[in-house]
């Protein structure tokens, strides 16, 4: 087969049936609905596939660029992008050659973006390499952000409807991705950052039961978790005189106006949007962490962080890098690094996987670390990215990566992705399977 190879396929599903591009091995059946809503309403599934909404672009939810992601990880393509409020779409990725009734074990790729940005279809995320590698199915899934999915208190405007959008794909999933040939009853949740935090929040998710199996929680900020009750109203008070507006690129751009104060919040200023306690599909946050315990022998639990999460942020600012750059001034910095790191992920991460091992769950944790010298940024936020998808061409212009050979991005993220599969198809992760010298791991 020529690196070139491209023809087209249809997947023949109870859905009805759905076409999809044979390409260099690989299946894709991209953008196919799965719900449906009207603004600050709840979803609805679809009832069957027809066509293409957007044969030609990737929906998106509405959403404004983040200029420290535009260097720190790629440009985005906003010439293939499509904007839709009602974003649940998502995208089947398997190899073509299959056998018959095969069963391939499921990721769910939940992606991340402060609950704000991001979607399930970014080059940077795409799975084709994982899926060639480890004859996995990765279904890839978009849904509603920002003050669309993740702000809320009312009737009129109901929170978590981002999170009712994840259910709803994940029940979308269990009942067709055997049509596919996938196993429904083997289905990972996999997750970055604010999609890691999703998946956290999914397990303690009224109406989920069955729906998924393990989950593979990266870098998801649970430090910022919790106390957001006083600023999610102020956020949602403030931003009343926004929903009616029908210009989205209008509501994207005056929004900004009344994001929470840093000064006033704290750090969990920075993430404004987020899931809200006390409201479907939530149970109170005084109840989380028992609720985490009590259904911790339904799920197989893989979570951690990288070693330098916020030097990601930190490290890449000008103005900090002017005072704190070098001498001195640097070891504030590498400190202050190591500390809101173990504040936002490393701690809540540990924690969490402790009580998981409590409630009698299954659980490992890991910490992904740079053993380059010359890199000066460690190993920070979004780091596991490149590893677990691997599209060189999609990274080639990350600031991130400049001081990274993309050899050693490779060959780490090949036994990364390897050990990521291991656990999606049983649970465990053996103490033969070889590990990658940027990996730290322990079953608790």
């Known amino acids: 087969m020529t690196p070139n190879h491209r023809g087209s396929h249809v997947f023949k599903t109870r859905f ?34 027809s066509e293409f909404v957007f044969p030609d672009k990737i929906p998106v939810c509405p959403q404004a ?8 990880i790629a440009p985005t393509p906003v010439e293939s992008f499509e904007p839709d409020e009602a974003t649940q779409y998502l995208s089947v990725y398997r190899t073509e050659n299959t056998i018959e009734n095969s069963k391939f074990p499921v990721v769910v790729w939940i992606h991340g973006g402060s609950h704000e940005i991001g979607c399930g279809d970014l080059p940077t995320a795409d799975p084709t390499e994982w899926v060639r ?34 259910i709803e794909a994940l029940k979308w999933i269990k009942k067709y991705i055997s049509d596919f040939g996938g196993d429904p009853d083997n289905i990972t949740l996999l997750g970055q950052s604010s999609g890691g935090d999703a998946i956290a929040h999914l397990m303690i998710s009224d109406d989920v039961d069955h729906l998924f199996q393990r989950v593979i929680i990266q870098s998801a900020p649970l430090g910022l978790r919790h106390n957001r009750k006083k600023m999610a109203a102020e956020f949602l008070q403030k931003t009343e005189i926004l929903k009616g507006e029908t210009n989205v690129y209008t509501m994207m751009e005056d929004y900004k106006k009344y994001v929470p ?35 911790a022998k339904k799920y197989d639990v893989l979570i951690g962080l990288n070693n ?24 504030i910095m590498d400190k202050t690094v190591e500390t809101t790191t173990e504040f936002i992920y490393g701690t809540p991460a540990r924690k969490f996987a402790e009580n998981h091992k409590q409630g009698g769950g299954n659980v490992y944790l890991f910490r992904i ?55 999606a198809r049983t649970g465990t992760i053996s103490d033969k399977s070889e590990r990658p010298e940027i990996l730290q791991l322990q079953k608790l």
Not at 66 to 72: A, N
Not at 387 to 408: R, T
Request: hydrophobic share 35%.
């Open 369 to 423: 670390h740079s053993r380059l010298k010359g890199n000066h940024i460690g190993a920070p936020h979004c780091i596991d990215l490149p590893l677990i998808f691997g599209n060189e061409d999609a990274w080639k212009d990350s600031e991130m990566l400049k001081d990274i050979p993309w050899k050693n991005i490779h060959e780490n993220g090949r036994k990364l992705r390897a050990l990521w599969a291991e656990f």
């Open 16 to 49: 009805g049936n759905i076409p999809a591009i044979k390409e260099n091995g690989i299946i894709k059946a991209k953008s196919i609905r799965y719900a449906h809503s009207e603004r600050f309403q709840r979803p609805v599934p679809a009832d069957s596939f």
């Open 133 to 166: 590698e480890q004859e996995i199915i990765v279904v890839t899934v978009s849904y509603r952000l920002g003050l669309f999915g993740f702000l809320g208190g009312s009737d009129q405007r109901p929170p978590n409807l981002g999170l009712l959008d994840i």
């Open 261 to 295: 104060s840093v000064m006033k919040y704290g750090l969990k200023a920075a993430m404004p949007f987020g899931p809200q306690y006390g409201y479907y599909p939530l149970c109170s946050e005084e109840k989380a962490l028992d609720k985490w315990r009590s259904d």
């Open 65 to 72: 660029l983040s200029p420290l992601v535009e260097k720190m």
């Open 308 to 331: 330098n999460e916020t030097a990601f942020y930190l490290k890449t600012s000008e103005a900090l890098n002017k005072y704190f750059g070098k001498g001195w001034g640097l070891k």
